[in-house]
């Protein structure tokens, strides 16, 4: 494996801009693996940044939940819509499945408005307080996200995704 994870590797693809320029995409940055030891050690790195960054999501579902005055405004369909219009552009863009990636968002979210529905009232004082209402179980996700890696993420931070 030459690359890490993550740093982009110029290729060259036709463009909407022009035909010859040099593209920067994800999938190009994909690295030959020849073991599942391999396709492991990427993935863990790729999960090394994955989860900061979904406590950082989460970090803003704690502030959704505050500002909004009401819990009905907690989902908002139009929002849902936009954010999958916008998932299914990058990931064709990234050279990716839209399909595959509109399914991942789409658990995401269910599991993220989950959470600031629990948000919502912890923050107001209503429902069960602490750990308990802030973890999401292995039952509610295993339907979602496969369970494994979502019960991974709650059990050692216990705050959802």
Do not use: W
Request: net charge negative.
């Amino acid at each position: 494996m030459n690359a890490a994870p993550g740093h982009p590797q110029a290729s060259t693809h036709r463009s909407p801009q022009g035909e010859g320029l040099p593209v920067h995409q994800a999938i190009h940055t994909v690295q030959p693996c020849t073991t599942m030891a391999d396709v492991r050690r990427c993935v863990d790195a790729l999960d090394d940044i994955l989860v900061p960054l979904l406590v950082q999501r989460t970090g803003y579902m704690t502030q959704a939940a505050r500002i909004k005055q009401n819990a009905s405004q907690v989902r908002d369909e139009g929002r849902i819509q936009a954010i999958v219009d916008r998932v299914r552009a990058r990931a064709m863009a990234e050279g990716g499945s839209p399909e595959v990636l509109e399914a991942i968002y789409r658990s995401l979210m269910e599991v993220c408005i989950d959470f600031e529905h629990r948000e919502f009232a912890r923050l107001r004082g209503e429902g069960q307080s602490g750990a308990a209402s802030a973890a999401v179980s292995s039952e509610e996700t295993s339907g979602l996200l496969g369970g494994g890696a979502v019960h991974n993420l709650t059990s050692a931070g216990g705050n959802g995704l």
